[in-house]
């Protein structure tokens, strides 16, 4: 990675899609699309998102996941052994039925909206994940650049339908040994491409430590029936994250921890502080975490002091859901309190989350969004100036 300002400001992935690329992604799914034709559009979408960003000042930028149905489904375009269901598809298979319909009932989001991949057959990496959009964007800008990849936990739970699965995968843990194995292969072609940073999304770490393994669980946890302690969960998460990561040099990488992206309804999004999760972070082998402070569901940054000191924090300082745009000084003040407890070359300002989570469902307009990477821009230029640094 070039060199980068104080305060680098930069995005959790996602981004709006356009009408035309949402039209494109809904076409290519139902086959009345080539796949040279969907590129096309794509080419097009991810053009507009980089210069978006660039014209709002941040430093490290991503394609905004124009290409993804969603920050996760995308996998099965990629894998062989996978199936896209959307949840309503997936009632039919699911052991806890009952559990199930309530979690659909109490969604704000239709349930044909969201799709999840599931394992029918052995995986392998047919494709890469993301290697060939990271390429395209490479060509375009001198900018570091972020790419985003579902976590090894974050699949291995939502993939695995013990009445789909079982028979290939009979646990959870033997399903992890090939994700596992298929992310450590993309995370070194990244390496190996010049990717500067690699975030690995794990939005379901919140749910484990909160919820518990009785409770009723958001789509993320649906598929998989959570038979272990949270202690157990987010040990297994820590050993598949540590698998993926571990003796990879040369890229950055990171962790994305929030509380759940699907909806402007805040009360339907999980709440809790990090404290929970503090402990199993220490014993992650990434370089950074990108976690979610805009919003107060997301509890005192003092719980980050206790991480060590060499990791860095991408600080989530604006909210992706609402229309309101935070000032600078709002953020330059979120990030004051956790400089009490981190030096201030370990900082990064984001986002709690991505701006278009779902390709259907974004959270937001990319005219707000621009206005918001704005400020953020703004923030960091006041924070510099702080520090005896210019931009």
């Known amino acids: 990675m070039g060199s980068l300002p104080l305060f680098p400001v930069t995005v959790v992935g996602s981004l709006p899609r356009s009408k035309p690329m949402q039209d494109a ?17 794509a080419d097009v979408a991810v053009r507009e998102c980089l210069n978006m960003q660039i014209a709002a ?9 124009q290409r993804r149905d969603n920050f996760y489904s995308f996998v099965a375009e990629k894998v062989e052994g996978v199936r896209l269901m959307s949840l309503a598809d997936m009632l039919e298979y699911v052991e806890d039925k009952a559990a199930f319909e309530r979690l659909l009932n109490a969604l704000d989001v239709p349930a044909f909206a969201i799709k999840n991949p599931v394992v029918v057959g052995k995986l392998r990496r047919a494709r890469p994940l993301a290697l060939d959009d990271f390429r395209f964007l490479k ?7 972020k790419v985003a990849l579902p976590g090894p936990y974050l699949l291995t739970r939502s993939m695995w339908v013990k009445s789909l699965s ?14 596992t194995r298929i992310l450590r292969e993309e995370l070194i072609a990244l390496r190996d491409a010049g990717c500067d940073i690699v975030q690995f999304d794990e939005p379901v770490l919140t749910e484990v430590a909160f919820a518990g393994p009785h409770a009723t669980h958001t789509f993320m946890c649906a598929a998989l029936s959570e038979k272990s302690s949270p202690e157990a969960e987010l040990s297994f998460a820590v050993d598949l994250l540590n698998r993926v990561v571990e003796g990879v040099e ?11 992206n699907w909806s402007r309804n805040e009360s339907v999004l999980l709440q809790g502080a990090y404290d929970p999760l503090i402990p199993y972070f220490c014993r992650m082998k990434v370089r950074q975490f990108v976690l979610e402070y805009a919003t107060e569901r997301a509890g005192s ?33 979120k990030a004051r309190s956790l400089l009490k407890f981190r030096p201030a070359e370990t900082l990064y300002l984001n986002p709690d989350c991505g701006f278009g989570t779902f390709a259907d469902r974004p959270v937001n307009t990319l005219e707000t969004a621009a206005m918001k990477l704005r400020a953020l821009h703004d923030a960091a230029q006041v924070l510099r100036a702080e520090h005896g640094r210019g931009a």
Not at 139 to 145: E, M, P, Q, V, Y
Not at 301 to 326: F, H, K, Q, W
């Open 25 to 41: 992604l809904r076409k290519r799914q139902s086959g009345r699309m080539t796949e040279a034709e969907f590129q096309a559009v």
């Open 166 to 179: 079982a028979d290939l995968y009979p646990t959870k843990e033997a399903l992890g040994e090939d994700v």
């Open 139 to 145: 060509n375009l800008t001198d900018r570091a650049i």
């Open 250 to 260: 040369g890229v950055k990488t990171a962790l994305h921890v929030c509380r759940g």
């Open 57 to 65: 000042g941040v430093d490290i930028v991503s394609d905004g996941e």
């Open 301 to 333: 940054v003092e719980a980050l002091a206790a991480l060590p000191e060499d990791r860095e924090i991408g600080l989530g300082v604006c909210n992706p859901r609402t229309s309101e745009i935070e000032t600078a000084e709002f953020i330059a003040a």
